[in-house]
């Protein structure tokens, strides 16, 4: 089982909104991602959690807000987001250290209106 | 600032016919990774080149990696149209967890 699970996969929320995105392994994986991938460009990283605890953060604004409730679990709370934060949310994971397959997951379509 | 730079963007070619994508990157790195999206869809993992020298062949596509040169090479041999998608290259620069950047991709149109 290479499957990394994301829930929603649509989601449209307003600005004033307090919404979250969900992901889920099972592949015993002890790194998990959070990218964001605007229409025709490529995927940028977001978060990185290793080992349960938050490793990087690439300077992403302070709505959003990563969580690793534990090994398998992933979340993103969003608030109060903007259009322009419209996009495709990936979430992945891999074993813990370098050099190993990142596996993505089918990701979130977000919405902000 | 790491930069990733793939060449072509776009690509059409003729179901038969072979030709290379070419990924250029600015920094030390010996972990280099092939994706592949299909329009609306996620990320499917290609390939994973660890060292100076790899080289990983699947089906049609073969990835290599120099890390002298800081170049990785896709290439397509006989092409089909099931191979048309966008292919991504990513470098990775982290040892705890993985930091990809990724190239701007090179959308592949293979034309019957």
């Known amino acids: 089982d290479t499957e990394v699970t994301q829930t929603p996969k649509h989601l449209v929320m307003g600005m004033t909104n307090k919404k979250s995105l969900k992901c889920e392994q099972h592949?015993?994986?002890?790194?998990m991602y959070w990218y964001k991938q605007k229409a025709k460009k490529p995927p940028e990283l977001m978060f990185v959690?290793?080992?349960?605890?938050?490793?990087i953060n690439e300077s992403v604004p302070s709505r959003f807000s990563p969580e690793c409730p534990n090994s398998s679990l992933l979340n993103l709370h969003l608030h109060a987001l903007q259009p322009e934060d419209s996009a495709l949310y990936l979430c992945a994971s891999s074993q813990g250290h370098s050099g190993n397959t990142i596996y993505f997951g089918e990701g979130s379509w977000l919405t902000v209106v | 600032e790491l930069k990733v730079e793939q060449n072509p963007l776009f690509l059409s070619m003729q179901e038969g016919k072979n030709y290379t994508i070419y990924c250029n990157y600015s920094t030390t790195s010996d972990r280099l990774y092939w994706y592949r999206q299909d329009p609306g869809k996620s990320l499917e993992s290609l390939f994973v080149l660890l060292s100076n020298g790899a080289v990983k062949q699947e089906g049609r596509l073969m990835a290599s990696l120099d890390t002298k040169a800081r170049l990785s090479t896709l290439h397509i041999t006989a092409a089909v149209h099931d191979l048309s998608a966008t292919y991504f290259c990513a470098v990775d620069t982290e040892t705890s967890g993985s930091r990809l950047t990724f190239g701007e991709g090179t959308q592949l149109t293979v034309n019957p």
């Open positions: 959690y290793s080992y349960e605890k938050l490793s």
């Open positions: 592949m015993g994986h002890r790194a």
